[in-house]
């Protein structure tokens, strides 16, 4: 079904065979997971699997763009770090009546409060790909999910029902600890 939908639509499969589901049972590895797009796309990306369930029986799937956002970063003021005598003497020096007999006074009021504003208070660089951190996620979060992540190796280099139940019990103490802290976070 999935090839004939393929082909009547002209569609391009990403995926490179790489596994996307581990059954705990059996210890085997499937496919059932599909990334689909445009012919016009299918060479701007790149598709790849996460190492790490993250919790789940599936493996993310990552996709990987070589497609640039010309768009730059927002930068945000930083009102705590301003100059705020500077900006006051800058304001009463330049910020006059003259500014109402120009061609167009607001325009020019506006564009003489940012030139003010960039002399005497800082911006922010934030880069695009800077992921927001999270209130929650502690030394907790990260001992648990270290934990998690090496009981899988050990599972995965090792299919025993030893190793299956270990890794099923840090599994669901992970999925305990990220859940308890996110709601004390909002408590």
Known sequence: M????????????LNTGEP????????SFSVPDV????PSLALEFEWLTHKDLC?????????KTSLR????????????????MSFRTLCMSRLSD??????????QFTNTLIEIANQTIPKSHTS??????????NDACKQAIKERKKAQRKLFRNPT???????????????????????????
């Open 20 to 27: 996307t589901y581990r059954h705990h049972s059996h210890h």
């Open 69 to 84: 956002d010309d768009e730059p970063a927002a930068e945000h003021w930083k009102f705590d770090r301003a100059d705020w």
């Open 35 to 38: 990334s689909i797009c445009d």
């Open 161 to 187: 029902a030893e190793n299956v139940l270990a890794f099923k019990q840090l599994k669901a103490k992970a999925r305990h600890i990220i859940k308890t802290q996110k709601k004390t976070s909002w408590q």
């Open 2 to 13: 999935i090839e004939e939908l393929l082909n009547d639509y002209n569609l391009c499969l």
């Open 128 to 137: 695009k790909n800077k992921l927001p951190k999270v209130p929650w996620f």
């Open 98 to 107: 003259e500014l109402a007999l120009s061609e167009d006074p607001v325009a």
């Open 55 to 63: 919790g789940s029986d599936h493996f993310p799937i990552i996709l």
